[in-house]
């Protein structure tokens, strides 16, 4: 389903995923993925990332933001077998995934886009868990869209997307259980 965001190019498939090999794959994820949580410097104030994440990709590709750098661990069975169908469906290569692991509802991300994925990048974000709101806000209009990411969803943006939009998960005041997500990614060498 194209989700209608003028300048984006978005699409939103609900069940990429049945509701049971979700479940399933979200208990994977959460177990075994590497999760970290670093802290970030935001007004001259060191404070956690209000979420834990992990980074896997192609030959320790490195991703940066905020002053953190992460060096990407080696594909895992699982998340290469995800890849493969993500990348199938989407017709384009992806050679690294940045894991989110939003433990409640006091989890959240803030209001980015991507700059540092170069010109039209394809981003494709999965979800297991929780079902949780995602916000996307118009750079110049302010124009704003929130889609309900359900959990085995995959949601696509491409094309001018990053460049006239940005997108968050915000917090949430009631109590939501934890939330596993999955943007898989092209890193330009
Ligand atoms: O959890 C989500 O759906 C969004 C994640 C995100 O925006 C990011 O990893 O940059």
Not at 108 to 123: K, Q
């Amino acid at each position: 389903m194209k989700i209608y965001c003028p300048d984006a190019d978005i699409e939103y498939i609900e069940n990429f995923y049945s509701k049971h090999d979700a479940e399933i794959i979200f208990q994977d994820l959460k177990q075994n993925l590497a999760w970290r949580h670093d802290d970030i410097k935001m007004f001259g104030k060191v404070m956690k990332i209000p979420r834990l994440q992990a980074w896997y990709g192609d030959n320790y590709l490195s991703y940066r933001y905020s002053n953190i750098t992460l060096v990407a661990e080696p594909w895992s069975v699982s998340l290469l077998a995800i890849k493969e169908k993500v990348s199938r469906y989407c017709q384009h290569d992806f050679n690294a995934v940045l894991a989110n692991l939003y433990r409640d509802q006091q989890d959240s991300v803030d209001w980015h886009n991507e700059p540092e994925l170069g010109a039209l990048p394809t981003i494709a974000s999965l979800s297991f868990g929780a079902e949780r709101e995602f916000q996307l806000k118009h750079i110049i209009t302010k124009e704003k869209k929130s889609i309900s990411l359900a959990p085995g969803s995959l949601l696509i943006m491409r094309g001018n997307t990053q460049k006239y939009w940005q997108h968050s998960l915000p917090k949430r005041a009631k109590s939501i259980t934890s939330r596993v997500n999955l943007t898989f990614r092209h890193i330009c060498l």
